[in-house]
């Protein structure tokens, strides 16, 4: 992407004077550099001369001092992570300050195989990165929630219901998901939809992301595909300012400011969802809606020159509770009664104190505690018969305190090096319930005395976990930078004691062409919370392994934007086993499904291409295009049932559930008027494997002839194609009484019928034979949806 200096003011004069102890002619240079939008101080950024080696860092309070040889006139450019660099031409030197505006750089969002820093020939480190802005973000159909806007990157997958995301073949739980530095678990709302429909973390509050989707270095573990750290919004300093919108999603309200001369400076938010109405548009009427909530505060201070310190919080809590009538087993033709109570709390409070030691060292520590906790009770009833199907009554507390350091240090522009350490303290409760009286699916006499299933746990574990790292990056001569690091990770609950090696490359090839390479080993161990730690087999297992390496040229056009290449290939071995749900769609309970299993993998590959392509055609229209080619396998060693007596069908060798072979995604914006944007999506993948049912001919308890369903090899056929349109048309407008957003748009504009399963019931022929039928089930219908936001300066 083509930088571009947004503002530069300058005053300046010539002057001279004599450096002590030298006896040579030296002149001093001083001046700040604040931020371009909320004109706050910049701390950690590198000024330069440019055609000398004088160079120096801005302090907390972003100021600079330069000793030059030469009067001048001179080029100085500022370069900071996070912000697009800036140089200034034709500096003459005098007595009076340089004022340097520097513009935040947009989202960063990208497979990568090394991990940016703030250091300067890390611009040109290997790495893999795209850039959406925010007002990108904000134009795009379901730009507000931030997870689902990622889920348009190359090599990432997600269903409709779900924000949560596979990188590159992963589980779900296979990324790390930070926040200033905090690592938040199982940060979703809905999580009785696909474990998660929506954010915790509102947009509004985010400065910037960074999704490490390759080889991240050392300083990231106990995670096997990717990391998601996530910036939360630098407060304004400039008066206090208040957001407000709504949607048919949430409604949220926003507010930041100042205090104590600028020194300290405060934001909040919070949000309040509206599910019901979603529900009733996409067709799932008969779904009750949950009532949800987060909120997020940060408070900071500057303490001097050198250190500031910041305090933030953040809470979110969900809760679901229905009493409804239903039907189940063939054709829904067993009237049943089903009730639930669940709920669910995810707190965080941390202390962050960062400091400059000198002008080569800087340190983060961050002091955490945090808990999330599930509450979930429900059942399903025969309503003609004293009859339960189902029951699930059961609770989970997880608890954290933390504390973590990380240091850098730069001597040279040639040499960095990071350590760090993060400690916690960990504890589980875990009470739960399961109980299964039979298949509704199967009307055949349990002659095996297999039902009730009854599977009661009752648990608290307790641990610490200790992760430590050094990672030195080395630029060794002309157009090769390379990044070596090693991380150990422990925990005391698992016995695990592991070293992770990790190695990355850069070829500078010319100024616009890059090659970048990496390889490394990634651990993850089992949480102390997993719940299939407390289910079936109620232990923990020792980390997981994977081994990956990637490959990537990028390709930086001259006018803007960028082109890039990308292959990769990863395999995981030590595989714990894992709870499942074979078939598809929503499940409240999947515990208690007659689909669940547990599958028990060895083994697990997965390579790819992914391509991206980024570019403006003129000054309207702008295209973003990504492309992956993937396949991903997983071996398997066993898969037993949970909930049925049935022996299961599976090839030892198949594609894994997450595996979409081809995917596109094609994004187009256009903006026709200075406040009118028009926004399109194009979303495209391979069906995905899934589960065929078949009919088998039984005899009932009375002794008639009968059908039942049962699995047919698992993961052995796969789903249509995926295919959805999304548009989105913003208008905005500022006036005295402040600045309004609007927004309509239509997801699914087409309404096409994609498949995520089938529901199987059972007809009469014209003979009165039984045979099997089946209708899909569909992810969204087309779903429109408009909203408005509104902000002022007081």
């Not at 474990?195 to 973390?201: C, N, P, W, Y």
């Not at 992914?610 to 295209?623: I, Q, T």
């Not at 492309?627 to 398997?636: T, W």
């Not at 200075?674 to 049912?693: C, I, K, Q, R, V």
């Amino acid at each position: 992407m083509r930088l571009t200096l947004v503002a530069l003011l300058v005053s300046a004069r010539a002057g001279a004077q004599v450096a002590a102890g030298f006896g040579i002619d030296s002149v001093v240079l001083t001046g700040v550099v604040l931020d371009a939008t909320s004109r706050r101080p910049i701390a950690r950024a590198e000024v330069l001369l440019r055609d000398s080696p004088v160079r120096g860092f801005t302090g907390l309070d972003g100021r600079f001092l330069l000793r030059a040889r030469t009067a001048g006139p001179h080029a100085i450019t500022v370069r900071r992570l996070g912000y697009q660099p800036a140089t200034l031409e034709g500096v003459a030197t005098g007595g009076e300050s340089v004022t340097i505006a520097l513009a935040p750089a947009p989202y960063r969002l990208a497979a990568v195989t090394v991990a940016p820093g703030a250091f300067t020939f890390l611009e040109s480190v290997p790495t893999a990165r795209f850039a959406l802005s925010r007002e990108a973000i904000e134009n795009a159909p379901f730009g507000e929630d931030l997870f689902r806007a990622i889920n348009r990157l190359p090599g990432l997958s997600s269903g409709d219901y779900g924000a949560q995301f596979s990188i590159r073949g992963g589980r779900h739980d296979e990324t790390l998901i930070l926040l200033d530095g905090l690592e938040i678990y199982e940060p979703f709302h809905l999580k009785d939809f696909n474990e998660g429909a929506l954010s915790i973390i509102d947009v509004e509050t985010i400065d910037g992301v960074e999704l490490l989707a390759g080889g991240f270095p050392a300083h990231f573990g106990d995670k096997r595909s990717g990391v998601m750290r996530i910036t939360s919004r630098t407060p304004r300093e400039d008066g206090t300012h208040v957001r407000l919108g709504a949607s048919l999603t949430n409604a949220h309200a926003m507010a930041e400011g100042s205090f104590a001369g600028r020194r300290g400076s405060w934001l909040v938010s919070g949000r309040r969802g509206f599910v019901d109405f979603l529900l009733g548009m996409i067709n799932k009427k008969e779904t009750k809606a949950p009532t949800y909530y987060d909120a997020f505060g940060t408070l900071r201070y500057k303490l001097a020159a050198n250190h500031s310190v910041a305090l933030n919080v953040l809470t979110a809590s969900d809760r679901y509770k229905f009493g409804i009538d239903g039907t189940t087993g063939f054709n829904d033709t067993i009237r049943t009664r089903e009730s639930a109570n669940n709920g669910y709390g995810n707190s965080y409070a941390w202390l962050t104190l960062r400091s400059l030691l000198g002008s080569h060292v800087s340190v983060t520590t961050l002091v955490s505690a945090g808990k999330v906790d599930a509450t979930r009770e429900g059942d399903e009833r025969h309503v003609l018969r004293p009859i339960e199907l189902y029951s699930v009554n059961g609770h989970r507390d997880f608890t954290l305190r933390g504390v973590k350091q990380d240091f850098s240090y730069q001597a040279s522009d040639r040499m960095a090096l990071d350590w760090g350490f993060d400690l916690r303290s960990l504890r589980a409760d875990f009470d739960w319930t399961n109980r299964v009286t039979q298949n509704p699916d199967d009307p055949t006499p349990d002659t095996l005395g297999f039902y009730p299933r009854i599977t009661t746990r009752s648990k608290q574990t307790s641990g610490t976990t200790l992760g430590a790292y050094i990672s030195d990056r080395l630029h060794v001569a002309g157009p090769l930078t390379l990044e070596a690091g090693l991380r150990y990770d422990r925990a005391t609950y698992t016995g695990d004691r592991d070293w992770s090696p990790r190695l990355h490359g850069l070829v500078q090839l010319s100024p616009r062409n890059t090659l970048r390479a990496g390889w490394g080993q990634y651990r993850q161990r089992q949480g102390v919370a997993d719940e299939n730690a407390f289910d079936r087999l109620n232990r923990y297992f020792p980390s997981e392994v994977s081994r990956q390496w990637t490959l990537g040229f990028e390709h930086q056009y001259v006018a803007g934007g960028s082109f890039r290449v990308e292959v990769y290939d990863k395999a995981g071995s030590r595989l714990r086993p894992i709870l499942r749900n074979w078939k598809s769609g929503l499940n409240m309970f999947p515990e208690s499904s007659e689909d669940r299993i547990l599958v028990y993998p060895e083994s697990n590959t997965s390579r790819g291409l992914e391509l991206y392509h980024e570019r403006s055609l003129g000054r309207r229209l702008n295209l973003r295009a990504g492309y992956a080619l993937a396949s991903v396998e997983e071996r398997l060693r066993r898969v037993d049932n949970v909930n049925d007596p049935l022996k299961l069908v599976f090839d030892s060798t198949h594609a894994a559930p997450q595996d979409q072979r081809h995917a596109l995604n094609l994004d187009v914006s256009y903006r026709p008027a200075t406040n009118w944007t028009l926004s399109g999506a194009l979303t495209y993948h391979s069906g995905w494997p899934f589960t065929e049912e078949i009919g088998v001919p039984v005899r009932r308890r009375n002794g008639t002839m009968d059908l039942t369903v049962r699995p047919d090899t698992l993961w052995g056929k796969r789903l249509p194609a995926y295919q959805r349109v999304d548009v989105r048309l913003t208008r905005r407008r500022s006036t005295a009484n402040g600045e309004f957003r609007f927004f309509i748009e239509a997801i699914n504009l087409m309404n096409r019928e994609n498949v995520l399963g089938y529901d199987v019931f059972r007809v009469r022929d014209a003979s009165g034979a039984l045979r099997l039928e089946r209708d899909v089930e569909t992810w969204f219908s087309i779903l429109p949806l408009i909203g408005v936001h509104w902000s002022r300066r007081f």
